[in-house]
């Protein structure tokens, strides 16, 4: 008998996982534990715990163990106390899974819809370099756009970006957003496949200025000859995971843990789109 799913179809080992995690948290009480360890930002006793929720410490240790041998959170002993740390892992794992279970990881069409009128999209001219940078850096203070802590040079940006593959929004005459692709190698195999960045500038979000970015910019690339976009976005980016979800990429996996940023490990959700059909061989 075979394990895999047709395509499309959540596979039987995932929804057999994703239901464990769901029936341990179908009790309120283990709903507002879990609430309360992750909220706290530190490591909490047992006691604290009885005492936020009004509840018995045999409750209290009995629903803990629950969750702990589901994986939500961590116990470790320190003299007579008891600390409860949250997992990291499920701040990632549990929006994935609703995610999933949801079909919002699901394939869906490569092509995004058409964007609003008055954004206008067109290639980046030097004169736009201060206003791209100026708009990285308000990604930047986020603190859910990207690794870098500081602003790139603009040499540094002008080397790695594809020329024809760069662009800014425009609302008005000014600069509200920019897209840009990057090869992932220099070897000829890989010539159609980049790295794709995209950010929208303080005070214009909402105002469909990424989905006037990323539509030209994957239709840019599938003229272009890119037969594969690829993208990493911190699990926490939640409206960027819908807006490259909703233009076609869908989720490869979660990387576990794959830098640290600001002192602490980060998970990063990996994303491709690949163009509907490959581009002739050169």
């Not at 272009?224 to 993208?231: E, H, R």
Request: proline share 6%.
């Amino acid at each position: 008998m075979t394990t895999t799913a047709p395509e499309g179809l959540l596979a039987a080992r995932d929804a057999t996982t994703y239901a464990e995690w769901f029936a341990c948290l179908a009790e309120p009480t283990r709903v507002r534990l879990l609430h309360a360890v992750a909220i706290a930002g530190r490591a909490v006793t047992v006691g604290e715990l009885t005492e936020q929720l009004g509840i018995s410490q045999s409750t209290c240790s009995h629903h803990l163990r629950k969750l702990a041998d589901t994986g939500f959170v961590r116990l470790r002993k320190e003299g007579t106390a008891t600390l409860v740390t949250v997992n990291p892992a499920c701040c990632t794992g549990l929006p994935h899974a609703a995610d999933a279970v949801m079909g919002v990881l699901a394939p869906r069409s490569c092509q995004p819809a058409e964007p609003r009128a008055e954004v206008t999209i067109r290639a980046l001219d030097p004169d736009d370099w201060a206003a791209v940078r100026r708009i990285y850096a308000e990604g930047i203070a986020t603190g859910d756009a990207t690794f870098e802590t500081e602003v790139p040079t603009r040499s540094t940006l002008d080397a790695k970006w594809l020329p024809d593959h760069r662009w800014v929004a425009e609302i008005d005459g000014r600069v509200a957003g920019w897209a840009a692709a990057t090869p992932i190698s220099p070897r000829a195999c890989y010539a159609g496949v980049a790295e794709t960045s995209l950010y929208v500038g303080d005070g214009w979000r909402g105002r469909g200025i990424g989905k006037a970015l990323i539509h030209h910019q994957v239709s840019a690339a599938d003229a272009g000859g890119l037969w594969t976009l690829q993208t990493g976005i911190f699990p926490e980016n939640r409206a960027s995971l819908a807006l490259h979800h909703d233009a076609g990429f869908r989720t490869l996996g979660v990387r576990d843990r794959i830098g640290h940023h600001h002192g602490r490990w980060r998970d990063v959700i990996f994303l491709e789109r690949r163009r509907p059909d490959n581009p002739p061989i050169p």
